[in-house]
């Protein structure tokens, strides 16, 4: 039976509406640093404003220290997967962690969905001034001549410089036993009072002292020499490392965030490293903007993931 036109209406009009989905983002997001603040944490915060601007949400950076950062990315991985919760963290979290730590509660490549590596930075060999050796192949030499004399200032277990160091002594078979300090900022005030004699780590919280004079650059991990220490040689260049070594910074989200979430943080955290203050703010920190897709990210996650589990095996390093 065909309903009067005006039943008809009535009908339509009582039907309940359908509810239309939100856009993303419709309220503020947190970036969750898995360390203490003061360190990398500042790459963060330097993007974090213009992706509030581009993804019309306020972005707050949130640190979570502890345990090498196993707790805020445990935390990030019990959130939402809304896009609205993500992390950035560094190399050491994400690739090495798996690798030192036998009993890690989480496997980054497994249990996160990959937005971007996003900042790069070389390592610098470092030294007292007062030490006996002014190069990379110095060092080698008086290492040998003198098995265990010599220490290095260890800045993190289970970090890239802890690796870097670790893998060096392997290759060429020093004894140069590891001191462990808490921060980069003790091992480093470790090599300049005399404490230790040399140590590794990011270009950007060395050169403040190689500038000064503080402490004598020895060599650099990146693969060719540095536009902030064009006189300083490459390892690569002296034929003592094999390949490139990066610290590395990457953003990533709980495992199931819907690739829609993915796909425009992804090209807003693309965007802001191409502008020109963001850029210069982040190479005179010594390090380098990098864009990458969320495809290459978790290739190149994991293939740094497989070569540290390498280096750990051979190497036999081991995590107190």
Known sequence: MRLPRRAALGLFV???????????????????????????????????????????????????????????????????????????????????????????????????????????????????????????????????????EYRYGLPASGSIPHLVAEEFKYRHRLDLPAVPYRSTPQSLLAVISGEVPVTVDSLGASFPHIASGRLRALGVTAAARLDRLPEVPTVLETGLDTREWLAWYAFMAPKETPPEAIARLNGAINQALQEAPIM????????????????????????????????VRDAKIRVE
């Open 280 to 311: 210069t703010r982040i190479r005179e920190l010594g390090a380098s903007p990098r864009l990458t897709t969320p495809a290459e990210t978790l290739a190149f996650i994991r293939a740094e993931q497989t070569e540290f589990a390498g280096i």
């Open 14 to 148: 009582a039907a309940p509406a359908i509810a239309q989905p939100k856009p993303w983002p419709s309220r503020p997001l947190r970036c969750l640093v898995p360390s203490a603040a003061g360190g990398y944490e500042v790459y963060a915060r330097i993007l974090a404003p213009r992706l509030s601007e581009l993804l019309g949400q306020p972005v707050v950076v949130d640190n979570k220290p502890g345990a090498n950062g196993t707790i805020g990315m445990q935390e990030v991985q019990r959130s939402p997967a809304d896009g609205y919760t993500f992390m950035f963290a560094h190399v050491g979290a994400i690739s090495i962690s798996t690798a030192v730590y036998p009993n890690m509660p989480l496997d980054p490549v497994k249990d996160f969905a990959p937005i971007a590596v996003a900042v790069t930075s070389p390592l610098v060999w470092t030294a007292n001034p007062e030490a006996p050796f002014r190069t990379m192949p110095a060092l080698v030499e008086a290492v040998r001549r003198s098995p265990g």
